[in-house]
């Protein structure tokens, strides 16, 4: 294919010269002059490596060329890459300038080309981005429909500055966002020999899978900074608790973990956070993601509450109280301080969770729940069919069905389903989720 790649960056000049070395024809787009004159010469205008000897090659080989101007690389173009930055601006929003230049640039040519290349956004944008800004803008400035006369799609790079060679070879996914349906088959026949796992999804998902990757980055590297500083406060050696903690790739490494979901509880996580803050203070240490985990916690809770009181119900089933299904351990489970707030707002709350015998209870466990709930068996019901007169169910546990949620809905009973009963169309009236 014949693929014009606007913006010779880090991530312009990487894909270009990947893309070469898979047989492909690749024209080079930059208005700085010295990056034109050293891809027209077969030359890599940044250091990284293995660059330089692919765009080597593909020069040698007639398919590298470069230039200043759009119309010379969109003429039988297949392919139309944006890979220009987005840099931040002084209120943190991002500058959009550079790429909203780039696809004017490219509208305005193909106002006057019979070319109908793909346009593929690689550069990072926030959610809504394509859809509200570019895709708008493209069309008002070529007179073209997307989705009609014009295809674009919203294409994230996962390349690391050091790597960026073999993270291409080897992506840890391919994602596409798509503003219409089928508009990726061109985009991906460019994958058809790699193995990576492939995602074609909407628009605003493939933007956010972006964000969701890098924060998720910044914030692994401030826990091991915070960690470290735990460490050496109490004299332990840091990179030993580092090498044994990332051994596990059972729990520490898990999916499970980081699909958004309720406020965490039980006698572990709460506890040793605030420990560990204690021992931070103490030590004149500051943590501040760790000291902002908690009230990420309980704000959780919160927006739950706000949600539940919005709808102004009067009847409110659970189905869960302890902090997870499979046990009856209530210490610090956030459904029972969902349960004590909802009481303490005069709703008549019902709740099923076959793991809680109120009359098998001990020690600290008992004691936590008595003080929350101080009439918790009157509040438990023996089976969930019991809970088919409430006006609004809570699913804390994925212990109920697709067919028992699909009855409440059908009797008009609002449900917030916190843990996502597999089965159930999103789409019905009444259904939400914790983070939908």
Known sequence: MKIAIFGMGYVGVVSAACLLRDGHEVVGIDPVESKVADLAAGRTPIREAGVAELLAAGHAAGRLSASAHAADALVDCDLALICVGTPSLPDGGIDLRYVENCAREIATCLRHMHARPLIVLRSTVLPGTTAGT????IEKTSGLHAGRDIQVVFH????REGCAVRDFDDPPKIVIGEHTPGAA???ERLYENYTAPRFRTSLEVAELVKY???????VKVVFANEMGAIANAVGADAREV??????DTKLNINPYYLRPGFAFGGSCLPKDLRAVLRLAQLR???VPLFAATLESNRRQVERLIERVLAARPQRVG???LAFKPGTDDMRESPYVEVAKRLVGEGLDVAIWDPDVDPRRLIGSNKQAVQAALRHLEKMLVAGVAELADRELVLINHPIVDAATVTAWL?????????????GVDRRLKNYEGVAW
């Open 134 to 137: 570019i895709v708008p803008l």
């Open 156 to 159: 994230p790079e996962f390349l």
């Open 185 to 187: 088959a061109a985009l």
């Open 212 to 218: 969701s990757d890098n924060l998720f980055h910044a």
């Open 242 to 247: 580092a090498d044994i903690f990332c051994s």
């Open 284 to 286: 004149s240490e500051p």
């Open 318 to 320: 659970l189905v869960g």
């Open 410 to 422: 059908d009797r008009d009973i609002r449900v917030i389903d916190l843990v996502g009963i597999r």
